[in-house]
């Protein structure tokens, strides 16, 4: 072998180890990058698992003290304007009356659908209308509808969330 050919072959022996090289350096960024990807699918599985659970802590079913605190005052005093309407003002304060309260109806439906209590089986659903039925009647419109009402749909919706039932 001369010089010439040993250049050559050193050249090419060279290249071959430059492109070993480069083949290995390809092989580690794939691997790093399959890595990176696994990792990004881990923490997405993560943050998806807490979002979930954050979620679940969000739309916990049942009514806190608090809420039953502002529920029963609204109730209550409710039920005292709509006692009054009625009693001093006969034949028009009906009218107000039973406009009155189907917004209060209205109000305490959304409020009890915003805390997660359900009305999807006739029993939860027939609580709930026992105020609005209480209050349209003339007369009978003095006795606390709402109130009752309020109690038994929290009553009901905490001891359901806490056994666990739908």
């Keep these: 072998m001369d010089e010439e050919e040993l250049k050559n072959r050193m050249l090419e022996e060279r290249e071959i180890a430059f492109q070993n090289a480069q083949a290995l350096e390809r092989a580690r960024f794939i691997e790093e990058e399959r890595l ?8 997405v599985k993560i943050m998806q698992a807490e979002i979930i659970a954050q ?30 309407i009625a009693s001093f003002i006969p034949f028009v304060g009906w009218v107000i009356n039973a406009f009155l309260t189907i917004i209060i109806f209205l109000t305490f439906f959304m409020w009890f659908k915003m805390k997660g ?18 209050e349209l009647i003339p007369y009978i419109n003095i006795l606390p509808g709402w109130t009752v009402s309020v109690i038994i749909n929290t009553q009901a919706g905490n001891l359901t969330s806490k056994i666990g039932l739908k």
């Excluded at 979620?55 to 049942?62: I, P, R």
């Excluded at 209590?117 to 659903?125: A, D, G, H, T």
């Design 117 to 134: 209590i359900k009305f999807n089986s006739p029993r939860k659903l027939a609580t709930l209308p026992i105020g609005l039925i209480i």
């Design 36 to 43: 990176r990807r696994a990792q990004n699918e881990q923490d």
């Design 55 to 84: 979620e679940k802590k969000e739309t916990k079913k049942g009514v806190g003290k608090v809420t039953f605190v502002m529920m029963m005052t609204l109730a209550i005093t409710c039920d005292i304007i709509l006692a009054l």
